[in-house]
């Protein structure tokens, strides 16, 4: 069964910094590029990041670029999103999910879904 | 930027079709994902009209221009969820704002 398990949420001030992880089973995780995508409570879901199998390729969101940053280490299945310079407009649930590509192409598109971590930026 | 137009809320009384309809899908590779309230999304079609494995037989999907649609046959309580298509468009993945299905 591919698992996907986000941990590393919480409350942070404006100004601050966290990091999400992503554990990953149940698949070749080396295989997949990897997406993070968000939701502001209420709100609908907003691609934040990407990074293709190998971890060469980066791309992120004209909203996180220069805060954010995505990136994976294949030998523990892992995914990763550390953001800094938080703002209130970050506070959302952050999903770790799983493209069916290897890398970004037009057929790309998130296939599973973990279950989230909140991020709540508040002072 | 691209975007995807999606009505904000849809409803329908059991048993019924439902269409939902999302508007600026500029190639084949859309999906549409339900998410209930408090869960994480899951993929209910994708490629226009696939079914993933262990989807219900009552979801569908069709397009026609630039207008992708997602069909709910025999409508169903369980049905009630929000609904997002989604697209790779100029680098960027895009979402709808999603549209609120109500079960009447």
């Known amino acids: 069964e591919v698992q996907l398990v986000e941990s590393g949420g919480g409350l942070v001030k404006p100004g601050g910094s966290l990091r999400l992880s992503c554990a990953t089973s149940?698949?070749?995780?080396?295989?997949?590029?990897m997406i993070w995508v968000r939701q502001a409570p209420g709100r609908g879901l907003e691609y934040v990041a990407c990074?293709?199998?190998?971890?060469?390729?980066?791309y992120h969101a004209d909203s996180v670029v220069g805060r954010f940053t995505v990136s994976r280490d294949n030998g523990r299945h892992s995914l990763y999103l550390q953001m800094n310079s938080l703002r209130v407009e970050d506070t959302a649930v952050y999903y770790c999910?799983?493209?069916?590509?290897?890398?970004?192409?037009?057929?790309?598109?998130?296939?599973?879904w973990g279950q989230g971590a909140l991020v709540t930026v508040s002072s | 930027q691209s975007a995807l137009t999606q009505p904000a809320s849809v409803s329908g009384s059991p048993g019924q079709s439902i269409t939902l309809t999302c508007t600026g899908a500029?190639?084949?590779?859309v999906s549409w994902y339900q998410q209930h309230p408090g869960k994480a999304p899951n993929l209910v079609i994708y490629?226009?009209?696939i079914r993933p494995p262990g989807v219900s037989y009552r979801f569908s999907g069709s397009k026609s221009g630039n207008s992708a649609s997602l069909i709910i046959s025999g409508l169903q309580a369980e049905d009630e969820a929000d609904y997002y298509c989604?697209?790779?468009?100029?680098?960027?993945?895009?979402f709808g704002g999603g549209t609120k299905l109500t079960v009447l």
């Open positions: 999910t799983r493209d069916r590509s290897p890398r970004l192409r037009m057929d790309s598109m998130p296939d599973t």
């Open positions: 149940g698949f070749t995780f080396t295989t997949h590029n």
């Open positions: 990074i293709n199998d190998d971890g060469r390729y980066i």
């Open positions: 500029t190639h084949a590779y």
């Open positions: 490629d226009v009209n």
């Open positions: 989604s697209s790779f468009i100029n680098n960027n993945f895009i």
